[in-house]
């Protein structure tokens, strides 16, 4: 059974929302090798519509071994609006999340890795289809944005790892309770 990971990248003051516009001073070498470890590990990526038009935008110019594998991994995209998908390797899925997801966990692979926190993330939690959840703490205030933590949500994790870099990033891994 594939596993499905959500890493996210988090200020102290819990925003998530456009981690480009401050997390830039962070993404040295040694993130850049943790990032495509991560990603390498992964056959597939999960995301939302705001997610997959934000990164189709940015990814295809990039260019590097992050970005390769970026944009040749498989990418199923939740949306009931979405209509159609230009970036390589894309799939768009309307149907139930719960029952979509349950199936690509059930296939024979790597992991599926999920970037950020946003409605699909806070769905797979819900449901208790996170397997793994990878909270990237930047030590740095941002002060405004959209925030990990949304009024009503609720979840019990247990901690399974930290890691420290070098820049004073600290990865809290997470296991959900119930997965």
């Known amino acids: 059974m594939r596993r499905v990971i959500e890493s996210t990248l988090v200020s102290l003051d819990g925003v998530t929302e456009a981690p480009g516009a401050w997390t830039g001073d962070y993404f040295d070498g040694e993130a850049a090798q943790l990032a495509t470890e991560q990603l390498t590990?992964?056959?597939?990526?999960?995301?939302?519509?705001?997610?997959?038009?934000?990164?189709?935008?940015?990814?295809?110019a990039m260019t590097g071994a992050y970005a390769d594998q970026m944009n040749s991994i498989r990418k199923y995209v939740f949306s009931s609006t979405l209509k159609?998908?230009?970036?390589?390797?894309?799939?768009?899925?309307?149907?139930?999340?719960?029952?979509?997801?349950?199936?690509?966990?059930?296939?024979?692979?790597?992991?599926?890795?999920?970037?950020?926190?946003?409605?699909?993330?806070?769905?797979?939690?819900?449901?208790?289809?996170?397997?793994?959840?990878?909270?990237?703490?930047?030590?740095?205030?941002?002060?405004t944005g959209g925030l990990f933590f949304r009024?009503?949500?609720?979840?019990?994790?247990?901690?399974?790892?930290?890691?420290?870099?070098?820049?004073?990033v600290v990865i809290l891994t997470y296991q959900p309770a119930g997965t």
Request: hydrophobic share 45%; glycine share 12%; charged share 20%.
């Open 41 to 60: 590990a992964s056959d597939a990526m999960l995301m939302g519509k705001r997610t997959y038009e934000m990164f189709a935008a940015m990814w295809p």
């Open 84 to 143: 159609q998908a230009e970036w390589d390797n894309t799939s768009i899925i309307g149907g139930d999340v719960v029952t979509e997801v349950s199936a690509l966990r059930r296939q024979d692979g790597q992991d599926l890795v999920i970037y950020g926190h946003g409605l699909l993330g806070q769905t797979l939690l819900a449901h208790h289809l996170l397997d793994e959840l990878r909270l990237w703490i930047h030590p740095l205030i941002v002060g």
């Open 151 to 168: 009024a009503g949500e609720k979840a019990t994790l247990g901690l399974t790892g930290t890691k420290t870099l070098q820049n004073g």
